[in-house]
């Protein structure tokens, strides 16, 4: 039931003792990026060691924004000899984020997914599908690396291609997958289509679900259409990637790791502490990453403490399913998208106007971004041939962009609202 | 001189149409032949108007996505035979046609013909027993 009893369950107060240590070891390493460099030798001798949790409040927060401009190698703490891995997130209009591995952190990864995996019953006899992207996205190779530790045979199917999927799953007797929610339910129009009943043709035990924000109800109609115990699973690839909050089988809450992870839910604007139980943004200090430690990272993501001790006996903390953002980042089909990378790309473009929108459907359980754009007369050549010419140009321009492809609808100038002020872009219509 | 028609922008929704007249009439403008292409989700509007300056003008102003396209106006017998006659020309002179509608009116038929370059293919006219109408009697139709 624990991979790692000792750790799993170990008393607050060890747990605690535990993290200060990791804490300090964290800020002296993270001294050594050209980042944390500057900021902690501003501070002084007040970081120089801290002497007890609370302390870390005299830290500053670290902000995507700060990631951004720091890119690339910023905040590493290694010679790059030392780094085995990068991931990137999409964005190539100045809104990409790096993240570096150690072999160390390599290992620390898988380590957090294999526990994360067994805590849930996975076990070396297992059969795991892995039917998220591969890449640059985390949840990928994270998961991959995990369940090969872990001992389970590992198909590495990625995202898409759902007859071929099945048939792996019939042929190999999958037992695992790792799946976004969304994917879920439109795989099962395609098990329609074929005639397979998956609670029954298949050998199904367990699903991951991760990437994207979903709700109870989407939970249980997949355990209940796929005959699976599905759980929520948690991550950023500022923190590794998945990994760091998982549900165990009370499906009450998501363990986060607190020997990995310092945890704190914070006000969103004022950026205090927020008591137990209460939401707010998770901010995360890692504890064991080599290459590049992040300090009070400002995750963005809203959530609280599940308060309470859980029937699993684990002794960390659970953190609720996640509520939602405090910016205006949005998830299409697991991937993060910021309007302001839309906005850069269409800016690029004279024959549309500084005025889009971007509407967010479900079409057959899969997301759908559509982005509308005003076809301005002064550039209006008013043949078909221009006209789909131009919405080539912006598929393909956005495309290159964001990694997925999104429909493009011509619409009349007027047709999108002037928002007055800052400008609310995006229409989320997804139930 | 070259004669235009209006290009007009519209998302395929009822009321468009409407919009779009009500602004030609409120500018005094006189429609002299209209088509409606269908696109899917928007379609263009091609309409050949007594004054296509002012019309382009008013619609512009009005916020409508317009643009004035070149056309030859090609004076079409009007009995059986008489439109395939120009068609048979126009593959003989290599002349692609973008677009075109064509309608009888008063004594006379007439096809309106969008193409790639209006100067070459009304240069091609000559002697080819075809005769273009001008740009006043475009307007006049």
Redesign the interface.
Known sequence: MYREKQIETMPRPLLEALQLERLNRTVQRASRSAYYGRQIRAHGDAVQTLKTLADLRKLPFTTKQDLRKAYPYGFLTVDRDEVVRMHCSSGTTGQATVVFHTAADIRCWAELIARCMYMTGARRSDVFQNMTGYGMFTGGLGFHYGAELLGAMTLPAGSGSSKRQIRFMQDFSTTLIHIIPSYALYLLTVFEETGLDPRTDLQLKTAYLGAEPHTEHTRRRVEAAYGVKAYNSYGLSEMFGPGVAFECPEQDGMHIWEDAFLVEVVHPDTLEPVPDGDEGELVLTSLTREAMPLIRYRTRDLTRIVPGRCPCGRTHRRIDRIKGRTDDMFIVKGVNVFPMQIEAVLMGIAEVGSNYRILLDSESEMDVMTVEVE???EF?????KG?NALKKRLTDALRGELLFTPRV???????IPKAEGKAVRVTDRRA | MIAYH??V???NRPG?LEHLTKILADAGINVRAFKV?D?G??G?IKALVDDPDAASRAL?AA???????PIVAIDVEDRPGGLHRVFRMLTDRQINV??AYGFAVKDRAVLVV?VADTHAAMALFENSGLRLLTEKEIYAL
């Not at chain 1, 209006?380 to 078909?384: I, Q």
């Not at chain 2, 916020?63 to 396209?69: I, R, Y």
């Open positions: 076809v301005r007369s209006f050549r008013g043949d078909v006209l609808s011509l619409v009349e100038p007027g047709t | 209006l290009s922008f519209a998302q468009r292409s696109l989700e928007y263009l512009d916020g409508m996505t317009v643009s004035k396209k973008e677009d969008e």
